[in-house]
């Protein structure tokens, strides 16, 4: 059983990292989650842009150079093979894209970004069943492996993947690749 003592130790590490991984944002101090501050800056620098003027944006996170509005949200699948906390996609209105930024065991693996008019395409060719064909997609570990192992259907259909490996598990941000085109 852990005591008060530990709890507090544990959380004061958690506490410590928390600040330092904020700062690397350049954010100080947040009260929101840090991971989806992560997932919000990852997407804004592998696509291009700027991020929303407010933090707490509704609608929209990322706008990119070329003044798409990108809704971001990450999913942070605990372990391969095991239910997860998977996601239903449904596009803002303020948005025109819809990023998800794919984590296992906290370690980021890709970013799928969709848009608006992807999501039937998706549907059709996942063989969902779930209501809202077109308005929304249940992304889940199985819909992320079907997109990694057959990347160009999915782009053919308007989804862009990006991978992030390397350097630990990074190196690729700085120049990550779509899945389907040339680097």
């Given at each position: ?5 530990h ?10 990292a928390?600040?330092?991984?904020l ?42 150079t070329?003044r ?49 008019e992807?999501?039937?395409g ?6 969902k069943?779930?209501a809202s ?51």
């Amino acid at each position: 059983m852990n005591t008060p003592e530990h709890l507090l130790a544990g959380f004061a590490e958690y506490r410590t990292a928390r600040l330092a991984f904020l700062e690397t944002l350049g954010l100080g101090h947040s009260n929101r989650d840090p991971i989806a501050e992560f997932a919000e800056h990852l997407v804004c620098s592998v696509l291009g842009g700027t991020l929303a003027g407010c933090r707490t944006q509704k609608g929209w996170d990322v706008e990119t150079t070329d003044r798409v509005r990108v809704q971001v949200k990450y999913v942070a699948d605990p372990e391969r093979g095991m239910v997860g906390n998977w996601h239903n996609i449904v596009i803002a209105d303020e948005a025109d894209e819809f990023a998800l930024v794919v984590l296992e065991r906290l370690v980021p693996k890709a970013i799928h970004v969709f848009t608006r008019e992807s999501l039937a395409g998706c549907y059709d060719a996942l063989e969902k069943t779930h209501a809202s064909r077109g308005t929304q997609l249940n992304f889940t570990g199985a819909v992320h492996d079907r997109i990694m192992a057959d990347p160009a259907t999915f782009e053919r259909l308007g989804v862009r993947t990006f991978v992030l490996s390397g350097h630990g598990f990074l190196a690729d941000v700085e120049t990550p690749t779509a899945m389907g085109t040339e680097a």
